[in-house]
Nanobody
């Protein structure tokens, strides 16, 4: 059974940092496309960052230079390092996985999802 479990969310002031983690099991982590998505109230879910099995990464324009996606293959963990947080980063953040390359997974939809972790940026 595929499982994705996010952690690390919380409340932070603008300009602060957080690291989100996603613990995974039930699939061959190193061969999958992994992604972070977010959804703010009243808005559609959007991709934040993705990392392919070859280590190549893709970021939303809104987070480039501030967020970094990484993974620890030996532990089957995915991370999202978030710096210089802004109020507009407030959202529920989700970890996702798909066997296809990220470009295809983003078009067709990721297969597996976690339950999400809330990030709130406010003064």
């Amino acid at each position: 059974e595929v499982r994705l479990r996010e952690s690390g969310g919380g409340s932070v002031q603008p300009g602060g940092s957080l690291r989100l983690s996603c613990a995974t099991s039930g699939f061959e982590f190193s061969t999958y496309c992994m992604g972070w998505f977010r959804q703010a109230p009243g808005k559609e879910r959007e991709v934040v960052a993705m990392i392919d099995s070859d280590g190549s990464t893709t970021y939303a324009d809104s987070v480039k230079g501030r967020f970094t996606i990484s993974q620890a293959n030996y532990r089957n963990w995915l991370y999202l390092h978030m710096n210089s947080l802004k109020p507009e980063d407030t959202a529920m953040y989700y970890c996702a996985a798909d066997i296809r390359v990220c470009r295809e997974a983003a078009k067709r939809g990721f297969s597996f999802w976690g339950q999400g972790t809330q990030v709130t940026v406010s003064s």
